[in-house]
Nanobody, 115 residues
């Protein structure tokens, strides 16, 4: 059974930081790419950041310089360090794992930036 278990969301003040974690299990093939997407109320799900098995990263323009994605291939775990958070970062954050052309998703973790 495939599981992507996310943790680390919560409420933070503007300018604050959070670190998200996602651990994948039950995927039989090598996970080529892991990453994070987010969906704010009334908006479509959008890419935040991804990292391939070989270390290639991709960031949304809106988070460049503020967010950092990292990955532990041995543990099938991906992290997202989020700094200088602002109200526009408020969303449900979803972990994604792509293996053998299939996309797997976590349940999502809420990040709320508010004073």
């Amino acid at each position: 059974q495939v599981q992507l278990v996310e943790s680390g969301g919560g409420l933070v003040q503007p300018g604050g930081s959070l670190r998200l974690s996602c651990a994948a299990s039950g995927i039989m093939f090598r996970i080529n790419r892991m990453g994070w997407y987010r969906q704010a109320p009334g908006k479509q799900r959008e890419l935040v950041a991804t990292k391939t098995y070989d270390g290639i990263t991709n960031y949304a323009d809106s988070v460049k310089g503020r967010f950092t994605i990292s990955r532990d291939n041995a543990k099938n775990t991906v992290y997202l360090q989020m700094n200088s958070l602002n109200n526009e970062d408020t969303a449900v954050y979803y972990c994604n794992a792509r293996a053998s052309m299939y996309d797997y998703w976590g349940q999502g973790t809420q990040v709320t930036v508010s004073s």
